[in-house]
Each structure stands twice: as C-alpha cells, then as structure tokens.
C-alpha cells in the first residue's frame, strides 16, 4: 500500500535544540518537499528536492536544513536558528503535479 | 508578496446548497492550478485541478472555473454536504508541462456545511 510518512506525529522540543522531522515515502516518487502550516497563513514551502542528492530553498528555508540521500526520504531538521519553530509541518511528494501527496503531518512545539 | 490570495478565510452554506469558494493570482506565469481540501491535524488531499488552455474543469459535484484575463479561479460545490466542511486551498504552479513541480498556496478558506 503505497503512501507518505510523517514521523513522529506530535514532537517538542526545548529551546536551543535541534530536531529531525522524519518523512518517508513508497510511491517511486522523484520530488519532495517540505511545508509549513500556521494558523492564517496556509502552507509554505521550506525546501524542495527535485532529485536525489539535490535540494533547493523554498520561501522560508531559514533555520531548517534537509538531506535527500535516498529517493524514499527527505528528513527536515528545525535547528535552533529557527526562532519560531512552533507550527504544523507537511511532508509532500509528487511524481507529476497531479500526483502531489501529503503524508499526515508532525505537529512541532518548543517547550 | 503573497502570489495565490484567498480572501475568504471562511465561508458557510446549508447543505444541499451551492458553495463558491474564490482564489485570485497574481503571477501571470502561473499556468496549473489545483483545489485541495484538508481536514484538522491531516494532510491535504487533492480534490481537483485546471490547466490554463481550459476554462472549466468537472468531477461529481465539484467544478472550477478558471479566469484568466481576471486571474481569478473558483471552486463550486453542488450540492453541498456536512462532510465538505474543511479547509479549501488553492494552489498555483508555472511551467506545468516541465520540471517545475513547486506549489504555491492560498492561506485557505474554511467552509463549514450546515445541516
């Protein structure tokens, strides 16, 4: 059963830490991408990957990295250059523009 | 600059009743739209697309129309249902028949269905 996955679901992190947002997928997909959702400002793109070993910025890549080793993957790290960290994030990807999947989402709050 | 505007951020319809959900553009360039719909604490799920050489796209109960001299898209729902209630975003990319697979978003339009 071919799909997106985000993990962990919920995730908190202290002030000054680094986190890694897993997201895996099965789909034979070649694109990734990496969203973030606040409330009343829709989704906006942090980082994309076209292709393996390939990444580029989205609209708000500032502190976040990712890596894109394996085609099934594409972990996001909010590091703590991030300075409002708290948000819902979505793992998507696509194989054409209709093909566009989202996985279930990481629910990221700094304690 | 927000580039896909949705000024709506609510809306709300009886059921069995029309609803129009609105999008407008900015970015002449952009060439590939699509509606998605999301649900709390979910991902979005697609619903439905248009490619700017149509001016309507139909499936079931959901239609969109496209404007382009406007730059204006909308969503019809008919006839529409208490499981419709979610979140409504558009979404605009350019260069759909390349590589350029990157989405840009509204902030969405939250339509609750009444019963």
């Known amino acids: 059963d071919g799909g997106i996955t985000q993990s962990p679901k919920y995730l908190f992190r202290k002030e000054g830490q680094n986190v890694t947002l897993s997201c895996e997928q099965n789909l034979n997909h070649d694109a990734m991408y990496w969203y973030r959702q606040d409330p009343g400002q829709g989704l906006r793109l942090i980082y994309y990957?076209?292709?393996?070993?390939?990444?580029q910025k989205g609209d708000i890549a500032e502190g976040y990295s990712v890596s894109r080793e394996k085609k099934e993957s594409f972990p996001l790290t909010v590091t703590s250059a991030q300075k409002n960290p708290t948000a819902f994030y979505l793992c998507a990807s696509s194989l054409r523009l209709y093909g566009y999947t989202f996985g279930s989402g990481t629910r990221l709050t700094v304690v | 600059d927000q580039q896909v505007k949705q000024n709506s951020p609510s809306l709300s319809v009886q059921e069995g009743r029309i609803s129009i959900l609105n999008c407008d553009y900015t970015?002449?360039?952009?060439?590939?739209f699509l509606w998605y719909k999301k649900y709390p604490a979910e991902g979005p799920t697609f619903l439905i697309s248009i490619s700017s050489i149509k001016d309507k796209n139909e499936d079931g109960r959901f239609t969109v129309f496209l404007n382009k001299s406007a730059k204006h898209l909308s969503l019809h729902i008919v006839p529409s249902q208490p499981g419709d209630s979610a979140v409504y975003f558009c979404a605009a990319s350019a260069g759909s028949g390349g590589s350029n697979y990157k989405l840009t978003f509204g902030k969405g339009t939250l339509l609750t269905v009444n019963p």
């Open positions: 990957s076209q292709i393996v070993n390939d990444f």
């Open positions: 970015n002449s360039m952009f060439d590939y």
